[in-house]
């Protein structure tokens, strides 16, 4: 499952077309696979963000979405990285609404820290050590649930539909907490529920993260009006459909063990 993954946010990169039939069911949710379900998507039922309104996003070459947890480090997914070690292979690209902006900020990684005990179910979270610092503004990570809740915003470059293409333009939408009870009744084993955090419209669908969009954050203001990060965008059974909501890494179960991971890269 955790190769599947892999598989999915990689081909969504290069040809979203011809392997988004694959790449929407992440693992066990294939195990009961809906025929629609055959088909991939990205942030479905959005606008477009504004030039600087999440300044803190960032596209990776792998077609994945992260967040600047520093500013020369990017959190992400676990699944959309190989391992932990060495790696020249990812360019960040950030600053930028629209990807082929010209004042584009592009950075190469030198190294990954995958979540230690990543297997492809839960702990999926990753960071990416950039060559030279971002001169963006950073994104708060939750410390602990009590903003666990409310209504979220998520935002990516990814499929705008299942199946559909990769994006140009920074897409953002809405979506309501879903409880981890209602979220068990939708995914029932392959939810890891300490793990795990779900969000959007259980009754309507039609707003959600979609292939491609994996890595990015899922956010909303805390008590000071700030941008916190609660959720890294992880799976879902194909994209914005009644009763499958989407299923975020629940960042503040892992807040210690992002920190400590950051400060090993010299973060
Ligand atoms: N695994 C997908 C990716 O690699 C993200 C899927 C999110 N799906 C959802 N229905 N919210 O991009």
């Known amino acids: 499952m955790r190769t599947y993954r892999k598989l999915l946010a990689r081909s969504t990169a290069v040809g979203a077309v011809a392997l988004a039939a694959v790449s929407l069911q992440p693992g066990p949710a294939q195990a009961a696979p809906d025929p629609a379900g055959s088909v991939h998507t990205q942030v479905v039922g959005g606008t477009k963000a504004d030039q600087g309104e999440f300044p803190f996003m960032v596209r990776l070459s792998m077609g994945c979405g992260g967040a600047l947890y520093a500013k020369d480090i990017v959190l992400t997914a676990a699944h959309c990285v190989d391992g932990s070690g060495p790696n020249t292979s990812i360019t960040a690209t950030a600053g930028v609404a629209d990807l082929e902006d010209s004042h584009a900020v592009k950075v190469k990684s030198t190294q990954v ?31 602990d649930d009590k903003l666990n809740s409310g209504d979220f915003t998520i935002a990516g470059w990814g499929a705008d539909k299942e199946g559909g293409d990769q994006q140009r333009y920074l ?30 419209k259980m009754d309507t669908g039609g707003v959600d993260t979609c292939q491609g969009d994996s890595g990015g954050p899922m956010f909303r ?30 960042v503040s179960t892992f807040a210690a063990d992002i920190k400590k991971a950051a400060d090993g890269l010299g973060g």
């Open 171 to 200: 897409l953002k939408a809405t979506v309501p907490f879903v409880d981890d009870a209602t979220c068990q009744k939708a995914y029932g084993d392959q939810l890891t529920p300490g793990d795990e955090i779900c969000a959007g």
């Open 221 to 250: 203001k805390d008590d000071a009006g700030q941008w916190l990060q609660v959720g890294i965008v992880s799976w879902g059974d194909g994209c914005a459909r009644p009763g499958k909501p989407g299923v975020y890494s629940e």
């Open 113 to 143: 820290l995958q979540a230690p005990g990543y297997q492809g179910k839960g702990k999926d979270w990753a960071l990416i050590k950039l060559a030279k610092p971002v001169d963006q503004p950073t994104l708060k990570i939750a410390q």
